[in-house]
């Protein structure tokens, strides 16, 4: 099976950054794409942003410009580099990703558990 770990939340101060890490293990042929959600106390889950093979990237207008989604292929990881934070960026940050297990078999979402980043001074 596939297996999503988040890394890299935190505590930072407004205008501060951070770097999440999503590490994709188990059985892979091929990440279609990755994508960053994250989800506030009392709110619906929400995409930051999505990287699709070949390198389209899609981010929310409430990030863009200062978040950057990135990826280490041969690492089957994806970063989102979170840059001039501010506090409505707070929330439990979720890695999703599309992937292929096999050549016989259709992709599969795959979610991690969630990394918490808070921005407060």
Request: aromatic share 10%; hydrophobic share 35%.
């Amino acid at each position: 099976q596939v297996q999503l770990q988040e890394s890299g939340g935190g505590l930072v101060q407004p205008g501060g950054s951070l770097r999440l890490s999503c590490v994709a293990s188990g059985s892979i042929v091929r990440i279609n794409a990755m994508a960053w959600y994250r989800q506030a106390p009392g709110t619906q889950r929400e995409l930051v942003a999505r990287l699709i093979r070949g390198g389209s990237a899609y981010y929310a207008d409430s990030v863009k410009g200062r978040f950057t989604i990135s990826r280490d292929d041969a690492k089957n990881t994806v970063y989102l580099q979170m840059n001039s934070m501010k506090p409505e960026d707070t929330a439990v940050y979720f890695c999703n990703a599309d992937i292929l297990p096999a050549w016989y078999t259709p992709p599969v979402g795959h979610w991690g558990q969630g990394t918490q980043v808070t921005v407060s001074s």
